[in-house]
Every structure is written in C-alpha cells, then in structure tokens.
C-alpha cells in the first residue's frame, strides 16, 4: 500500500514525529494541497520548532468511507519502520494529530497500532447510519460518503449495520496509546447529536490507555485551531 506525504525537516540528527491527517476534501485533485494546508495550520498550533512534520495525502474518491485507514496506517507504519532511514535521521516521539476525518482516522489507528500519543480534533463521522438515514430522508443534502456506502449496500433502512460499522462509535475502545480528544461544543447538529454518546462509550473503556476530553464551549469544528486553551493542552500533551 502506498500514500503520498509532504515533509518539513528541521535541522537535527533525532527528531520528534508529529503525523498529520488533515479535513475531508471529496477531491483527490487537491490532496497534495491540502496536506500542506494541514501541515502549516498544525504546525502554526506548536510551540516547539523542532519537531519533523509529516503530512499525509490520504485518498478519499471512489472510496467506501473508511476504507482509506488502509493508507493512514501505510503512512504510519513507514514513519515507524523506514522514515529514519530515507530521512538520515534517529526517529523519537511519534505522535498522531488529525482534525474531523483525519482525527476519525488517528482515532481508528489508535486501535491497531502503539505510538507515543494521538490528538483528535472533531472526530467524525461518528454515526454514519443517522448522518446518512438523513440524507435518505431529505433532510440534508447528499454527500459522497452516504452515497457510495447507499450504492454498494443500499440504504440505511436495509443494511444498517453496514453503516454503524464504519462510524467512529464502534471504535471507541481498544486505545493502544493515551489520547487527547478536543470538540467544540457548538459543532454542527450531527456532530453533537453523537459527541456525548461517543464521549461516554470511550469513558467507560475498560482496555483503553489514558484518555482525556476537551469540550470547549461556544466553538465548532475547528475549535483546535481558534481556541488557547487548546493549542495549550495541544502543546502540553505533545510535551509528556
């Protein structure tokens, strides 16, 4: 399997990771763009200006919603495995960080494979089975993701479990690695339809590493990045 990244590499012979997923593009035109825009936007949150940035251009057309943890995982595993070699330097701390689509998919990772800490920013979607039952009844508008999933396993009415399968709900325990989830309150309707739901599921984990919420009022889906007192926790977990 393989994924484009973009890299930013400062001087020095080890490094700390900090492994980037951006937003939901629905355009694979502008993956490389959109990396970069996810690399400096993170990069802009740190404090620190030493850490090696990668950026992961993980595909989304043409795909069942989920199926591209598949390159997320590629790209992580080549961090953890090859990076140091091709890049001349010792690796240290890796640590995830993904924002809505992108924390979904730092979020599932987290179930497969041990780093050294994972942030997620507006995770989602977190119930795909209500979010697209929506769209089935006109509710919302029709987007890719429910389209292809309504395609191959028809609708939500019939194959429901297909749908419940691929949400972040069912993937809120087995946490190999302690993680920092960060959600603004006043995200859209179906974000916070589900957010407590999912926030009590992760609290009641018996095989999960450390956990810890930040629910910001009075910010939506980009509160990571409009907020101090997350770009504070965002910093202080990196520098455990």
Known sequence: MQVDVLIEQPPGEVLDVLLIFRGT???DTRLLQGARNALTRFKGLLDRKDLLL???AY??????FGDNIREAEAALLWTKTSAAAELGVQIGKIVLAGHSQGGYLVTRLNT???TDGVIANA???LDLAFRCALEENGQVPAEMECSLLRATFGPTTQNEDEYLARSLLS??????SKILF???LNDSPIQMRSWPIFQE???ACTDCAEVTFLNLPGLGHIALFESAQARQAFNAFFAR
């Open 123 to 125: 995770p989602g979607p």
């Open 112 to 114: 497969l494979h041990e």
């Open 59 to 64: 595909p989304e057309e043409n795909l069942l």
């Open 25 to 27: 593009l629905r355009d």
């Open 171 to 176: 993937f809120s325990s087995g946490f190999k």
């Open 201 to 203: 599921r992760v609290q």
């Open 54 to 56: 990668i950026s992961v």
């Open 182 to 184: 960060i959600q603004g």
